[in-house]
């Protein structure tokens, strides 16, 4: 399954919510609102985190593909 996430970094509280879904690709965007700041690669291990808990699946069968210093990520998760 393929998603597009919009990350907000640097949140009080984290959250996940779903937007919309993309007419074009047929993706639903979520929205995840991480505390965790930019710097090193923290925010986007925080996501990887708060997805994997989300979905109820493994970190390891999640993996951001594409645009990883992007606020907008495609982010692959794969069944166990």
Request: charged share 20%; no cysteine; hydrophobic share 45%.
């Given at each position: 399954m393929e998603i597009l996430i919009q990350v907000v970094p640097g949140s009080k509280k984290i959250?996940?919510?779903e937007q919309w879904k993309d007419?074009?690709?047929n993706r639903i965007?979520?929205?995840?609102?991480?505390?965790?700041k930019p710097i090193n690669g923290e925010a986007?291990?925080?996501?990887l985190e708060v997805l994997s808990d989300f979905f109820k699946v493994k970190k390891r069968f999640i993996e951001i593909d594409k645009w990883a210093t992007s606020r907008l990520k495609l982010v692959k998760i794969r069944t166990g």
């Open positions: 959250s996940v919510e007419l074009l690709t965007i979520y929205k995840v609102k991480l505390t965790a986007n291990k925080q996501l």
